[in-house]
C-alpha cells in the first residue's frame, strides 16, 4: 500500500483514479484543509473565467462587477452537492461520511480548475479562429473531473458503478430540491422582514404625531 503526502495524495488519485480514491479510503487518508484550499480556488477561478478571459474571448463582460452570483456557481453549488450527496446515501445504504464527501469531491475537481485557469491563461494569446483549443482544454478538464467525481463517489459509498451513477443524478435533483428551499426561505424572510419593518415604521409615525 502506497505512503503519500497530502499533495502527494491528491496527485495520486487525480491521476490514477480507479485504485487512488480506492486507497485514499483504506488509508483513511485525505485532508479537509486542503479540500477547503481547492474550494476556494475553484471560487478564484471562477472570478478569473468571468473577468481576466483573452477580449477576443469574453462574452460576459459587464461595467459592475457582481461576486455574489460567482460565490452560488462556485462555493454554494460544492457544498450544496456535498450536503445533498451526504442526504440522499445515508438513505441508501452509503458508506461515506460529510467529511469524507466533502473531501473526495473536491479532490475530483482539481483537473477543471486547472483547466479553467489554463483556459483563462492561453485566452490572453490566442485569436478567435484558434477557440477550438480553449474549447479542448475545457472539455478535457471537464471530463477528467467528472471520471474523478465517479469514482470518488464510487469509492466514499462503496456503490457499484451503476448505482453510483444514479446516486449522482439524485443528487443533482436533491440540489435542485435544495436550491429552490433556500430561494423560497429567503423570499419569506425578506417578506417578514419589510412586514415587520413597515409595522414598526407606522407606530414610529404615529408616536411622533
Not at 459592475?64 to 445515508?90: A, E
Not at 469524507?100 to 485557469?117: D, F, H, Q, T
Not at 466514499?156 to 443524478?169: G, I, W
Amino acid at each position: 500500500m502506497y505512503e503519500f503526502s497530502t499533495m502527494g495524495w491528491l496527485k495520486h488519485v487525480v491521476f490514477h483514479p480507479v485504485e487512488g480514491f480506492e486507497d485514499l479510503r483504506w488509508k483513511k487518508q485525505g485532508s479537509l484543509k486542503l479540500a477547503f484550499a481547492i474550494v476556494a480556488l475553484l471560487f478564484i477561478a471562477t472570478v478569473a473565467d468571468r473577468q481576466l478571459v483573452g477580449f477576443a474571448f469574453n462574452t460576459s463582460y459587464v461595467k459592475v462587477f457582481n461576486v455574489v452570483p460567482l460565490i452560488v456557481r462556485s462555493i454554494v453549488y460544492f457544498f450544496v452537492w456535498v450536503i445533498g450527496n451526504w442526504s440522499l446515501c445515508t438513505l441508501f445504504d452509503g458508506e461515506g461520511t460529510l467529511k469524507k464527501i466533502c473531501v473526495y469531491s473536491a479532490y475530483a475537481l482539481v483537473p477543471y480548475i486547472i483547466g479553467m485557469i489554463l483556459v483563462v491563461f492561453v485566452s490572453n494569446f490566442l485569436v478567435i479562429d484558434e477557440a477550438i483549443w480553449l474549447q479542448f482544454i475545457y472539455y478535457l478538464g471537464t471530463g477528467w473531473s467528472v471520471i474523478l467525481m465517479i469514482q470518488a463517489m464510487k469509492a466514499v459509498h462503496q456503490y457499484s458503478f451503476t448505482k453510483t451513477l444514479v446516486s449522482m443524478v439524485g443528487t443533482l435533483i436533491a440540489m435542485v430540491v435544495i436550491l429552490l428551499l433556500a430561494v423560497l426561505l429567503l423570499s419569506l424572510f425578506q417578506q417578514v422582514y419589510v412586514f415587520i419593518y413597515s409595522v414598526y415604521t407606522e407606530i414610529a409615525y404615529r408616536i411622533r404625531g
